[in-house]
């Protein structure tokens, strides 16, 4: 980065640095131009899961919250009325996590949770979608202990779009 440099500036070095074409890719393409943006290829790779934010998850959940539980129910409540008193249809969808994640969670704090969302969408018109509890994501579909990495991220599009096309054909 050049030191004092403002964002324009910044922008307009990036733009103007010669391209070098990856061996992994077979088109290299400035995607600062943005009549290219849709010719680039992914060369992001991967890098392994280190587990990071496990001490974070751990003492959040040890020992389990219920008043925080019981905030975000209410908090969770108010959007669902909200988006039924305009009429929008929404869909919730309660995100896969790695079984490392799964495991900090008492199960009885962890079946409450499931109770109640599945509870709070019903009551509310709101379509509850669960692909994390279904055993098709291991720790390589994600970047972290809690967030998919493009991998997971093409798992969980997959199952939704299967999920979705399956509920809404007759």
Same mark, same amino acid.
């Given at each position: 980065?050049?030191? /004092? ?11 103007? @640095? ?9 088109? %290299?393409?400035?995607? !600062?131009?943005?009549?290219? $943006?849709?010719? %680039? +290829? %992914? ?8 587990? @990071? ?12 919250? #219920? ?5 975000? #129910? @209410?908090? $969770? ?9 305009? /009429? ?25 949770? @499931?109770?109640?969302? *599945?509870?709070?969408? *019903? =009551? ?15 720790? =390589?579909? $994600? ?8 991998? /997971? /991220? +093409?798992?969980?599009?997959? =199952?939704? !779009?299967?999920?979705? #096309? ?5």
């Amino acid at each position: 980065v050049m030191q /004092g440099a403002g964002v324009g500036q910044v922008v307009q070095a990036i733009r103007q @640095r010669p391209i070098q074409k990856s061996v992994d890719s077979p088109k %290299a393409v400035n995607i !600062f131009e943005v009549d290219k $943006f849709w010719e %680039a +290829e %992914a060369i992001y790779k991967q890098p392994p899961n280190k587990l @990071r934010q496990l001490e974070y998850y751990r003492d959040s959940y040890q020992p389990l919250d #219920t008043n925080r539980m019981v905030n975000q #129910t @209410r908090y $969770f409540k108010k959007l669902l009325t909200l988006t039924q008193k305009h /009429g929008i249809k929404l869909i919730v969808i309660d995100t896969p996590l790695p079984q490392i994640h799964y495991d900090l969670i008492p199960e009885k704090g962890l079946d409450q949770y @499931r109770k109640t969302l *599945a509870e709070v969408c *019903a =009551n509310h018109g709101a379509h509850l979608l669960t692909p994390g509890q279904e055993k098709v994501y291991d720790l =390589n579909d $994600f970047e972290d202990v809690s967030h998919l990495n493009l991998q /997971g /991220g +093409e798992k969980l599009c997959q =199952n939704l !779009f299967q999920t979705l #096309t399956r509920d809404s054909t007759p």
